[in-house]
């Protein structure tokens, strides 16, 4: 049989294979020639490159097809999210992107003036500011705090207050100082702090101090009245709360020009009354001089015209308990307090008496310049010897 010389290098040397079969317990060795190369084996040999080849070819075609399938979806994924955003979504998109950075403030409304008859001012609203912080938009806290404790002079409980808000940013909106000098807030805004507000906000001012405050009375910090005239004519004085919205900027910052919408305030209306400013100096100064000397408790005055009722001054002072000194109270004692009768009472209790026929105008009583009645020691206006009295005296 005729052989290729390819075929005869590859099977040159020889190879043995032994195999062992055991025949009633006999072993038997048998040696194999080298097997000749038929056209089956030649025929796998040659065909196996070509099949690795073409497998292998179309395992990478098929990678790039699921790529190319994965971008393909993820295109589509995208364009229909990008397509849904600016359709369904856009107007709710905007929205909250709006209000993320616009911040309405509110724009409080000015208190009405209270006049004296003559036209003297009792009581007035000025400009003042109020400084807060949006924790959440403070940069530097150490900085931060620092400025602001030293042109407010914070205490050192309201510095770590502060500090403690800053750090934990949980808040949008916390008060540092409120009804500050004007001035001073343009200060504060003037360093454009990150994360800190001036806003406007009125304060009620007295211009003659303490005269008149117990007919005036006052308002709390948010310009509400909470006693004498100022609480009677509330709805009167207060005004009309307005608006005004403005974009941000992320440090909290408003940003100038940027006003798309307000609504101005409406200032309350103006009060007028019958007292007399002079008047109730005058009164107030010889009722606390009174009230000292006699060291009583508390004292009232009240100045009128008999003919018309007009009022011409009403005025309270008290004297505090722990100091022992003696104010202008903002309570109008002469209006609400109860307080004894005295002896403009005498009239109505004799007149029953004689009426029930109890006294006579003749009968007798030991009258005793003090008497004790229960845990109140009652008194005269003076001290003197127990009399004997009629009751017609």
Not at 77 to 102: C, H, S
Not at 225 to 236: M, R, S, T, V
Not at 317 to 340: C, F, L, P
Request: neutral net charge; charged residues 25%; hydrophobic residues 35%.
């Amino acid at each position: 049989m005729r052989r290729t010389a390819p075929v005869v290098r590859k099977q040159s040397r020889p190879s043995t294979s032994t195999a062992r079969s055991t025949r009633s317990g006999s072993t038997s060795k048998q040696t194999s020639t080298p097997p000749s190369a038929s056209p089956q084996r030649k025929l796998r040999a040659i065909s196996a490159k070509p099949a690795t080849g073409r497998f292998k070819i179309g395992n990478q075609r098929r990678r790039i097809q699921i790529v190319v399938a994965f971008v393909l979806v993820m295109l589509i994924v995208v364009t229909t999210k990008v397509i849904g955003l600016q359709t369904a979504g856009g107007d709710a998109m905007r929205a909250e992107a709006t209000n993320q950075w616009t911040r309405t403030r509110t724009v409080v409304a000015d208190r009405g003036t209270i006049f004296d008859r003559d036209g003297e001012e009792l009581a007035v609203s000025i400009p003042a500011a109020t400084i807060s912080i949006n924790p959440k938009l403070v940069d530097n806290e150490d900085a931060t705090l620092n400025m602001l404790a030293t042109m407010l002079n914070l205490s050192v409980e309201e510095q770590q207050r502060l500090y403690d808000e800053m750090v934990r940013k949980e808040k949008g909106f916390v008060y540092v100082r409120r009804q500050i000098d004007a001035d001073l807030g343009d200060q504060i805004a003037a360093l454009k702090l990150s994360g800190v507000n001036v806003d406007a906000e009125p304060t009620r001012l007295l211009p003659g101090g303490e005269t008149g405050r117990s007919v005036i009375g006052r308002t709390d910090i948010d310009g509400i009245g909470i006693a004498g005239l100022e609480l009677q004519y509330n709805d009167i004085l207060s005004g009309q709360d307005g608006n005004v919205t403005r974009q941000v900027a992320p440090g909290g910052r408003s940003i100038a020009g940027s006003e798309n919408g307000s609504e101005g305030a409406v200032p309350g209306d103006d009060l007028i009354l019958t007292i007399d400013r002079s008047i109730q100096f005058t009164c107030e100064q010889a009722l606390l001089e009174r009230v000292e000397n006699t060291s009583s408790k508390a004292g009232t005055c009240i100045v009128m015209d008999a003919q018309s009722g007009e009022l011409y001054a009403m005025a309270s002072v008290k004297r505090n308990n722990e100091s022992n000194e003696v104010r202008i109270t903002s309570g109008n004692y002469a209006a609400v307090d109860a307080y004894e009768p005295g002896s403009v009472a005498k009239v109505i209790t004799i007149a029953a008496g004689l009426e029930t026929g109890v006294v006579g105008p003749n009968t007798v009583f030991n009258v005793p310049w003090r008497a004790q009645y229960g845990d109140d020691l009652l008194r005269d206006s003076h001290e003197h010897p127990d009399e004997d009295m009629t009751v017609r005296q």
